[in-house]
């Protein structure tokens, strides 16, 4: 189960934020779109709690661009990104916003991703995405995974997994603790056809990859970092 963490410190969505497009219809979802979709290699973004309009995401999304690839952001939350002040507590709103849905909501935007001759496709979720870059891992639907600060993961879940992963997690954390991460390592570690790395950030919460403040020069370097490490994987395994 999410624990609180993952509901904490929300961004200030922003519908037009980002250097790319929003397109209503990519595989039959709303979604944030960027860098060229004559890219040989693409990266499919799945966010947290608070949906694809968190201006950190875009900017993210807009980095990985840069580096050549074609970048989709899905709306699976369907404009219902969890809000704070609503009387719905998370379970309620996780109950109504299912990752197993939006895995199967993702096939036909990697089917939408392969239509434009992209055959190298990656995928990096952070939070509640992660649970849906997991399920899209265990099918061959990805050639990588990048998991951010997950949540709703099982140690069953990570034993599926059929491409290489990379899991970066925070050392404080309720929804996925260091101890947790090291059982995840074990278990990868025990499938040597799995390529891996689980890396533990010093100092950071939950959500920090996503939902730091520009403010805070230590949180934004710890994010950069994450990022990187995110870039470096998908480099590796899409080009």
Not at 65 to 87: K, M, R, T
Not at 88 to 95: A, E, I, K
Not at 218 to 232: F, I, K, R, T, Y
């Amino acid at each position: 189960m999410a624990s609180s963490h993952c509901f904490e410190n929300p961004p200030a969505l922003n519908s037009a934020g980002g250097l790319g497009e929003v397109v209503d219809d990519f595989g039959g979802q709303k979604a944030y779109i960027a860098g060229s979709a004559g890219s040989k290699a693409a990266v499919v973004l799945i966010s947290d709690a608070f949906g694809f309009e968190a201006p950190n995401l875009r900017k993210i999304a807009d980095k990985v661009a840069s580096s050549g690839y074609f970048v989709v952001v899905p709306d699976f939350l369907h404009g219902d990104p969890y809000d704070p002040s609503n009387p719905n507590n998370p379970g309620m709103w996780l109950q109504s916003h299912n990752p197993q849905k939006a895995f199967e909501e993702a096939k036909p935007v990697i089917a939408a991703i392969k239509e434009k001759g992209v055959s190298k496709i990656g995928a990096a979720g952070y939070c509640w995405g992660a649970k849906v870059v997991v399920e899209l891992a265990k099918v061959h639907e990805i050639r990588a995974a990048v998991l951010l600060h997950p949540s709703l993961l099982t140690v069953d879940d990570i034993e599926e997994v059929k491409c290489p992963i990379s899991v970066l997690g925070a050392e404080i954390d309720k929804s996925s603790p260091p101890e947790l991460l090291k059982q995840f390592e074990q278990v990868l570690s025990a499938n040597s056809g799995i390529d891996h790395i689980v890396k533990i950030f010093p100092g950071v919460t939950h959500g920090w990859a996503v939902r730091y403040s520009e403010e805070d020069a230590a949180a934004v370097a710890s994010a950069e970092e994450a990022l990187q490490d995110m870039s470096h994987w998908f480099n590796k395994y899409l080009n």
